[in-house]
Nanobody, 126 residues
Framework: QVQLEESGGGLVQAGDSLRLSCAAS????????MGWFRQAPGKEHEFVAH????????YYADSVKGRFTVSRDSAKNTVYLQMNSLKPEDTAVYFC???????????????????WGQGTQVTVSS
């Protein structure tokens, strides 16, 4: 079992930056792929980025590539999502997710992930 808790959301203006954190607890993390999804009102969950814990390999949605960076701190069991140049269309509830993997693979579907945090709201005003 893996428990995930997000923090760092808030209200910012377009062009600002924000860093989300996801504190993970539970069993061994080395085989985890950690993902970030977001969900805007009335929309489906949208893949944002993921990172493989053991290697640091990462993958991004085209909509955030070049603006968002996912990273992890193994000493703190925490994954981060650094969001720069925020746009109003980035407004959503952001979820931290996890799944166990034996190898690196691109995982962009919500159903790929077994563990989800409760989400944190990010609102970007224009």
């Amino acid at each position: 079992q893996v428990q995930l808790e997000e923090s760092g959301g808030g209200l910012v203006q377009a062009g600002d930056s924000l860093r989300l954190s996801c504190a993970a607890s539970g069993r061994t993390f080395s085989r985890l792929t950690m993902g970030w999804f977001r969900q805007a009102p009335g929309k489906e969950h949208e893949f944002v980025a993921h990172i493989r814990w053991i290697s640091g390999n990462s993958y991004y949605a085209d909509s955030v590539k070049g603006r968002f960076t996912v990273s992890r701190d193994s000493a703190k069991n925490t994954v981060y999502l650094q969001m720069n140049s925020l746009k109003p269309e980035d407004t959503a509830v952001y979820f931290c997710t996890a799944r166990y993997d034996t190898t690196y693979a691109v995982r962009t579907a919500p159903a790929n992930y077994d563990y989800w945090g409760q989400g944190t709201q990010v609102t970007v005003s224009s």
